[in-house]
């Protein structure tokens, strides 16, 4: 009797076990070997393994015994991951920042503060819970072929003009995300709303030269590349920089009216095992030493404190309730249809 | 002199109400500063959420048999930007979540008055202010009851309230210093009048029993009133006392100066030697009741002036010399020299001449009485650094073998002197004035020959 509860019990325990290790998709994961592991750092994070490797074997020639588990996932399934399924990871990196802001407000992430957090200025930071490592802007990139003969716009409005009086130039050749599809495109489109009435202008007149509709920015710079595209509406500036020193007739534009800036944010989840070396990470994240550091490897720009006097019209997105706004399904529904009554004209 | 216990301090007894006043009143105002500032935290947080349940409830429609709500971007981060708290939301119609947070518990309430109502929970391991926002909404054909919840927590509004409550106990306790302060002073400004009345009675001379006139708080009038009529009463009294004295004197020696007149004029009338012999006793008699009454007299008068000295800066030299020439009639019945000798220089006395007199005087009468005829008595008024002493020599008879502490006790008298009359009350009053000026009276043999020396020292002013 005893025996076959024990079994039961072992089945039982398998199976929580699998479901857990499984419940989410990752996309990519690897484990970051070390000689004499002394302990495991597990981190969970959107960034691709190509762009976060190296900051990762930085962080361990600094901390030798330090064993890095790192899995990737898309936003959606990182939340999904830690909200739903409680999977045990020391660190949370997305660029899913409202997502990552949920997290933090519905209290699945661990307070943390050092001295490295409190170097950051306060729009990088929210609830000591929450903090910012990377500050990315949305950019249009464009050809500078296609654009031969016109005035270079420098804002909004100037774009929605120049694209108003040259249809054939630009019909079926103009692309942005597909909203639906990618968190970063939705955020940024819902920051556009809230900055100003051009988004709503910029997406009927873009709807009318037949947009083409992106899941990510990399493929949006590919095309770009490869003369499909003759401009790219809010694409991660980070992305395309990689691409400026190969390609001699990419553009790089940030509009003068405003520039939404995404922050890519690192948390410790509630479901953290190891809290010291999660903070260890995270201070080696968000350190003044180590932004250069971070450039250098991953090409992200790293957080700038002075970058709001310089830059006067970046507006980094607000970290705090607001983005838990264009969480609220109604909310999304109502912005989507909005959004695809004016790109999806028929 | 009778000896007044305290019983408590006046002043303490007003310096502890009033601190005790003061604390309760700091402690009021602790709380109350506290109490008044967490409600404003509290009406300010309800404020805000109220303000955001307004406006996601205003982007509320119906569309088609259906609800939407447009949750505005305000509504939430208008809530993140005072403090870094949690938010939660909810929007149901009748009891169905329409978005949201769908397991935020909402105020039962709400959904009934019709009116907003504000609850505090524990939702997801903090404590939450929540506010409950209900509105009529027509769907289609029917009515529902669209209630907005939104809630914050309450984590900033904890450290606020730790942080006021710190300012209002430093206020409590600020105040308590300051009316403290203010307490003492204002104490001793009270006790000032109390003070002043009562070292203007002690300043006063033994003899001045006049009203006392110093101007006195209301509450001390009846006091200082008494104190008036007492000292009216014994002054009344203590002249009523004098008057009894010289009256008494004046009764008893009028008669007894008759009988010895009388009895003299019959002694010259008489032939027989017996009946001579009575009429000498009888004058003999009438001379010592007229001394002793006298001298009883005297001693009422030290006892009752002794309590009560009315010292004045005397020359010890020139009160002896007057009490010399007062008795040197009586002297001069005996051919007695009496001498007077020491420097006019003397150091003055600080004492009452007529009680100083009327002790030289018994020590002389003495002197006399007991003194040989043809025989001198001396005088010798000396001083050292502290002292003025007076030294009465005479080549009498002498103190005798007996005890000579008896010498002072009143009607005590030497066994050597039963032949002649005394009351044996002159040397008591000497005794007491000598002692009720600090002095004392020493009695020893004369140096010089036989007889007695008797001396008065007394402190020099």
């Known amino acids: 009797m005893r025996v076959s509860y024990i079994a039961l019990g072992l089945i039982g325990w398998i199976w929580v076990q699998m479901t857990s290790a499984h419940g989410f998709v990752a996309e990519e994961e690897r484990l970051f070997e070390v000689d004499r592991p002394a302990a495991t750092l597990n981190i969970l994070s959107t960034a691709d393994l190509s762009v976060f490797a190296p900051l990762v074997e930085a962080f361990q020639a600094r901390n030798p015994t330090v064993e890095v588990h790192y899995v990737t996932a898309s936003s959606s399934e990182l939340m999904k991951a830690l909200y739903e399924e409680d999977a045990e990871f020391d660190i949370a990196i997305s660029s899913a920042m409202d997502l990552q802001t949920k997290l933090v407000n519905d209290g699945f992430a661990e307070r943390y503060v050092s001295t490295e957090t409190a170097s950051l200025p306060d729009w990088a930071k929210w609830r000591d819970r929450l903090y910012a490592f990377t500050q990315e802007p949305a950019v249009l990139v464009y050809s500078k072929i296609a654009f031969e003969g016109l005035p270079q716009p420098t804002n909004r409005d100037e774009l929605i003009a120049l694209l108003r009086e040259n249809p054939d130039r630009f019909q079926g050749r103009v692309g942005t995300y597909d909203i639906r599809e990618s968190g970063a495109g939705y955020l940024f489109a819902t920051q556009d709303s809230r900055q100003s009435e051009s988004l709503w202008r910029m997406a009927e007149v873009m709807g009318r030269l037949d947009a083409r509709l992106y899941c990510c920015s990399s493929r949006m710079i590919r095309d770009v590349v490869e003369g499909r595209l003759a401009l790219a509406y809010n694409v991660l500036g980070s992305y395309a920089a990689a691409h400026l020193a190969d390609n001699t007739d990419l553009g790089i534009l940030q509009f003068s009216d405003f520039t939404t800036v995404m922050l890519r944010t690192v948390l410790i989840p509630k479901t953290a095992g190891n809290l010291d070396l999660a903070g260890q990470f995270v201070d080696f994240l968000v350190s003044e030493d180590n932004r250069d550091l971070i450039e250098d490897l991953t090409g992200l720009p790293a957080i700038d404190p002075g970058v709001l006097q310089r830059e006067a019209a970046f507006r980094p997105i607000r970290l705090g309730p607001g983005l838990l706004v264009y969480l609220d399904q109604l909310k999304r529904r109502t912005f989507i249809r909005a959004w695809l009554n004016a790109m999806v004209q028929p | ?461």
């Open chain 2, 1 to 461: 002199m009778t000896v007044v216990h305290a019983r408590g301090s006046l002043r303490r007894r007003l310096l502890l109400q009033l601190l005790l006043v003061a604390a309760i009143l700091s402690f009021a105002l602790y709380f109350t500063v506290r109490v008044l500032a967490q409600q404003a935290a509290e009406t300010t947080q309800d404020n805000i959420l109220i303000a955001s349940a307004t406006a996601i409830s205003e982007a509320a429609r119906a569309e088609r048999g259906q609800i939407l709500v447009d949750v505005p971007y305000s509504a939430l981060s208008m809530l993140g930007s005072i403090a870094e708290e949690r938010v939660f939301y909810r929007v149901t119609a009748d009891d169905l979540t329409v978005t949201g947070y769908d397991d935020l518990p909402a105020p039962a309430s709400a959904a009934e008055t019709g009116k907003p109502v504000f609850a505090t929970a524990i939702y997801r391991d903090d404590e939450v202010r929540i506010a409950a926002l209900p509105r009529r909404l027509t769907v289609g054909d029917e009515t529902v009851i669209l209630t907005v919840l939104v809630a914050q927590t309450r984590l900033g509004l904890a450290a606020v309230s730790l942080q006021i409550s710190i300012a209002a106990a430093a206020a409590g306790i600020g105040f308590f210093l300051l009316s403290g302060a203010l307490s003492w002073f204002a104490t001793n400004n009270a006790m000032r009048p109390l003070n002043r009345l009562a070292q203007s009675v002690e300043r006063r001379g033994p003899q001045d029993l006049s009203p006392v006139a110093t101007s006195a708080p209301t509450e001390l009038v009846p006091l200082l009133q008494s104190l008036n009529t007492f000292m009216a009463r014994l002054s009344a009294s203590l002249a009523r006392t004098e008057d009894f004295i010289a009256e008494a004197a004046h009764h008893v020696r009028t008669p007894l100066a008759t009988v010895r007149t009388q009895s003299e004029i019959a002694l010259r009338s008489v032939r027989k030697p017996e009946n001579k012999q009575i009429l000498r006793e009888v004058i003999r008699a009438a001379d010592e009741s007229s001394r002793s009454a006298g001298q009883l007299l005297d001693h009422a008068m030290v006892a009752l002036r002794s309590d009560n000295l009315e010292k004045e800066q005397l020359n010890m030299k020139d009160l002896a010399q007057d009490v010399i020439r007062s008795i040197s009639p009586t002297a001069d019945l005996k051919d007695i020299r009496i001498t007077c000798s020491g420097s006019d220089t003397t150091s003055a006395v600080e004492g009452d001449p007529i009680l100083l007199q009327n002790a030289l005087r018994n020590l002389l009468d003495n002197a006399v009485k007991y003194s040989p005829e043809d025989s001198r008595i001396k005088v010798e008024i000396s001083e050292d650094a502290s002292t003025v002493r007076i030294d009465v020599l005479d080549e009498g008879r002498g103190l005798g073998d007996g005890d000579r502490s008896r010498l002072t006790e009143r009607f005590g008298r030497g066994d050597n002197v039963r032949d002649i009359i005394g009351s044996g009350l002159g040397l008591t009053i000497v005794e007491e004035v000598v002692s009720a000026h600090g002095g004392s009276l020493a009695l020893t043999d004369n140096p010089e020959r036989r007889g007695t020396c008797a001396s008065l020292t007394l402190p020099s002013a």
